[in-house]
């Protein structure tokens, strides 16, 4: 089995001439997307990442030369000026304009030089590169330096063909269009290929990653020639066939070799354990955090903040349903304008609670009354309150 080193350098190779290196990764729950993006991200930190030893802000750096072998295929390795400190490795300083001043300053980094001997590397942590909301993507965005790897744990959340209404999504869509300069290698994270919006998939992305089966993936790059499908997803669902729980992974593998996009496949042993609970951890924690958001208010409370919404909000209410496709209220509008914080803006509950919500309204209207038991759907509500809005229903 292939090792990933050289689809590495591939990539590193891509960022440096400026070409997008958005690669999507899918597969089933379970076959280990998750995994497989940490095992590649950290071990690109590994080879290209520095910590500088004056300052210790975190930069990439690629220090690697390439040579052909006899059989003409390409090597990367450190060359020896570099492993024996005959060169300088210097701090990155990145500038800011101050639009007050019209001055550049330094806003990161100290400029400072040193040997290859003193390299300090980036330690993997989950938090700083798995991103796990649009929030978080966005923060990242902002925040790492150029070259670092983003994993979009949940890309879904804003990748997604389906979600073209959502202000928030839109607004990343068009974030990503205008990062390049900063070169990251970003993962989107997505249970089939054909969820991810075009723009994303036949635009700006450049590799994708199938998980075919618990650690093995395949990779392909795409078709940079005149087409509207890109990966050629047709003919990768023709050459695999239909797969069941014991179909042979082998057999499967040499079909794929046929693809016109195939670049290589990939095993990616377990993560090492403490690795793995990192980011099981942080994960919790993010999905829990946004549980307790949820959670902590009643829903009287959501009643009084959408009513505050509706008379003082409305202009904005309004202006959201014009630009809406269809000029109707839709469950976007209604989580993120009517049931959101009016100071943070942030959204109170989830979509798909206020979905819950009016599902069970509109089987209680249907029953004209007759039956209260709709609100029994809803178990994570408040008893007590439950029943005031029964009676002055
Ligand atoms: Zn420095």
Redesign the pocket.
Known sequence: MANYDYFLHYVRRLQENNFDALSLVTGAKGSGKSSACIALARKYIDMYGFV?P????DFYKNVYAIKKDSLGNPQFYIPDYVKNDKCWIQ?PENRELDLRTGQKRIVS????KFKYSQRKKIVWQAQKQIAYSNEDVIKKIFSLPNFSPIICDEAINFASSLDFAKTESKELKKLFTVIRPKRFWVFFLLPELGWCDARFREGMSSFWIRMIDRGEGILFEKDKGITKDAYHIQKAEELMGTVKFFSNMTKIKKNLMKHPCYFDSFHFPELPEDVYNDYEMVRNAVNLQQKVAEQSFSNKDLGKVAAYNLLNNWDRISVGVQRSRDLRLGYDILTNEIFADPLTRKRMVSDVTVRNWVRGIGDYVKSKGESVVVFDTAKDEVVGENVELEVKL
């Open positions: 500088c004056f300052c210790g802000i701090c980094g100290c400029g400072h």
